[in-house]
């Protein structure tokens, strides 16, 4: 089975451009989170969805940063405009129908620099 | 609220060494799940174990092993007789509703 697929794997942008993260969960999942990891933050929590609705965007840090899930396999993460500060990687990660214990599965990342 | 705290920022052994990563939480919740994350350089993010709070038996699996203790809220890694290929970032994680990460600890096993 495919796991959690993001694109782009890489992506370098210059400052102020409008950045699309996509994820694709994996099928049947009905929770797809958005992390974000830099060196000097660790792993912080952005945006959390169930069955497409978001739950909790606490994370979010600012209005720069927007998330969509339109349907159950498809989920972007935007920024606009891009500052450098954004540089990161993004995580996407899904779980399965069912308790909160389910393990959540983690996509590959997508490594962000704005220069 | 939640928190994870890995007070160990970095780990460094010979191998066939034992090495045990600390793991402390923090929440008000009486149901809840730990877990352990492997991230090796190459960056993805392996899912290594998930306890819940209502298990504490410990696990043995090959050469990892956790321990499990509400009593100290900790939820501690030990690798047996340590690798080179073991040499990663390790994270704890806690969800209760959301999953929230410690920091990592950065665990060097040196040949």
């Known amino acids: 089975d495919a796991g959690v697929i993001q694109s782009p794997r890489h992506e370098v942008t210059e400052m102020g451009q409008e950045v699309t993260l996509r994820c694709k969960p994996i099928?049947?999942?009905?929770?797809l989170f958005w992390y974000r990891q830099t060196m000097m933050r660790g792993l912080e929590l952005l945006i959390y969805f169930n069955n497409n609705v978001p739950i909790d965007d606490s994370g979010m840090p600012e209005d720069r940063f927007s998330a969509k899930m339109p349907n159950a396999s498809f989920s972007t993460l935007k920024i606009q405009p891009s500052e450098p500060r954004d540089s990161a990687v993004y995580f996407c990660?899904?779980?399965?129908?069912?308790?909160?214990?389910?393990?959540?599965?983690f996509g590959e990342g997508s490594w962000l620099t704005v220069v | 609220a939640q928190k994870v705290t890995q007070a160990q920022t970095e780990i460094s052994v010979v191998e066939k060494e034992d090495v045990t990563l600390d793991c402390v939480y923090e929440?008000?919740?009486?149901?809840?799940?730990l877990f352990w994350y492997k991230q090796p350089p190459s960056g993805e993010l392996v899912f290594l174990i998930r306890r819940n709070s209502f298990d504490e038996q410990n696990e043995i699996s090959g050469r990892y092993s956790w321990n499990f203790q509400k009593s100290t809220s900790s939820f501690n890694f030990t690798i047996t007789a340590s690798q080179v290929v073991d040499s990663a970032v390790y994270f704890c994680?806690?969800?209760?509703?959301?999953?929230?990460f410690g920091t990592g600890t950065r665990l060097q096993v040196f040949p």
């Open positions: 990660a899904s779980t399965p129908r069912g308790r909160s214990g389910n393990t959540i599965y």
């Open positions: 099928s049947g999942h009905n929770s």
């Open positions: 929440t008000r919740d009486t149901t809840y799940y």
């Open positions: 994680a806690l969800r209760a509703d959301k999953l929230i």
